[in-house]
T-cell receptor, first 112, second 113 residues
Framework: GNSVTQMEGPVTLSEEAFLTINCTYT??????LFWYVQYPGEGLQLLLK?????DKGSNKGFEATYRKETTSFHLEKGSVQVSDSAVYFC???????????FGDGTTLTVKP | NAGVTQTPKFQVLKTGQSMTLQCAQD?????MYWYRQDPGMGLRLIYY???????DKGEVPNGYNVSRLNKREFSLRLESAAPSQTSVYFC????????????FGPGTRLLVL
């Protein structure tokens, strides 16, 4: 079956530090990969996605590259801000109209 | 364009009471989902509906029922609430393709005493 493994948190960084949150997956076929973000008290929202190998998704300074050879989709940002404090979820989807598989989430806290 | 809406936002129930959580989307999506989120356990799929007229069990369906009322609405019912169902419940919807993003509602916080 499908699975997503995320770097365990919580992660605490100082403002302007470099961020990496690791995500690896197991899936059959060629899944689409997603990063979602959840701010306190809210639902999840899409941060970025990539739908085929070697694609790079990017948004708001965050990036992730779909690496099929290492089955990974690591999230990076060069300089985090306090407003980036949130829970980040890696997810995959490889069936039409079907279920997505989510990682357990990584809590990021950025301190001034 | 409201996206995905959920009602109520908060609810307190006593053990054994029943309630229905409502969800509606205005994006003409085929697929809709119900998740629960518990501390340290990520998101767990309760039920989903790939298209109007169909529903399927997810990872944790016991104690819940769902109804896909029409293309817009997907409700979740707790027939006899238990303290183990204390959680935050999220509804989501998406288009039918593999590349489609899921759009989430703001959540319903449920406390069962």
């Amino acid at each position: 079956g499908n699975s997503v493994t995320q770097m365990e948190g919580p992660v605490t960084l100082s403002e302007e530090a470099f961020l990496t949150i690791n995500c690896t997956y197991t899936a059959t076929g060629y899944p689409s990969l997603f990063w979602y973000v959840q701010y306190p008290g809210e639902g999840l929202q899409l941060l970025l996605k990539a739908t085929k190998a070697d694609d790079k998704g990017s948004n708001k300074g965050f990036e992730a590259t779909y690496r099929k050879e290492t089955t990974s989709f690591h999230l990076e940002k060069g300089s985090v801000q306090v407003s980036d404090s949130a829970v980040y979820f890696c997810a995959l989807r490889n069936t039409n109209a079907g279920k997505s598989t989510f990682g357990d989430g990584t809590t990021l806290t950025v301190k001034p | 364009n409201a996206g995905v809406t959920q009602t109520p936002k908060f609810q307190v129930l006593k053990t054994g009471q029943s309630m229905t959580l409502q969800c509606a989307q205005d994006m003409n999506h085929n697929s809709m989902y119900w998740y629960r989120q518990d501390p340290g356990m990520g998101l767990r799929l309760i039920y989903y509906s790939a298209s109007e007229g169909t529903t399927d069990k997810g990872e944790v369906p016991n104690g819940y029922n769902v109804s896909r009322l029409n293309k817009r609405e997907f409700s979740l019912r707790l027939e006899s609430a238990a303290p183990s169902q204390t959680s935050v419940y999220f509804c989501a919807s998406s288009g039918g393709g593999q590349k489609e993003t899921q759009y989430f509602g703001p959540g319903t916080r449920l406390l069962v005493l």
